[in-house]
């Protein structure tokens, strides 16, 4: 069975930065994989911020978070992490990590789109204040 769980989330000042984490089992790392970072504020739809392509390491990021967030992985311990740094209010939100099996190439990752990926965590909690 395919899991993701993501831990690291937290409470911080605005400025300050966090480092989320996403262990993944119940599947062989090595096969090529879409794996995303989503969030999710109160009221809001789960908005796509970040995905790698875990064959070659090509990344993603949204406009809201490009220049402050960086995804990288561990391929030795199938897992994908998020650092965020300069962190705003705005990043207030749960935070989901995801995964897809590549079919084609990694241009797939690309679409950071909720409906492009089939397996999620359960969720972690970031909350920054001013």
């Known amino acids: 069975q395919v899991q993701l769980v993501e831990s690291g989330g937290g409470s911080v000042l605005a400025g300050g930065s966090l480092r989320l984490s996403c262990a993944g089992s119940g599947y062989n790392f090595n096969f090529p994989r879409c794996m995303g970072w989503f969030r999710q504020a109160p009221g809001k739809e789960r908005e796509g911020i970040a995905s790698l392509y875990n064959g070659g390491g090509s990344t993603y990021y949204s406009d809201s978070v490009k220049g402050r967030f960086t995804i990288s992985q561990d391929i030795a311990k199938n897992t994908v992490y998020l650092q965020m740094n300069s962190l705003k209010p705005e990043d207030t939100a749960i935070y989901y990590c995801?995964?897809?099996?590549?079919?084609?190439?990694?241009?797939?990752?690309?679409?950071?789109?909720?409906?492009?990926?089939?397996?999620w965590g359960q969720g972690t909690q970031v909350t920054v204040s001013s």
């Open positions: 995801a995964t897809r099996a590549v079919l084609f190439d990694a241009g797939e990752c690309k679409i950071l789109d909720r409906n492009n990926f089939d397996i």
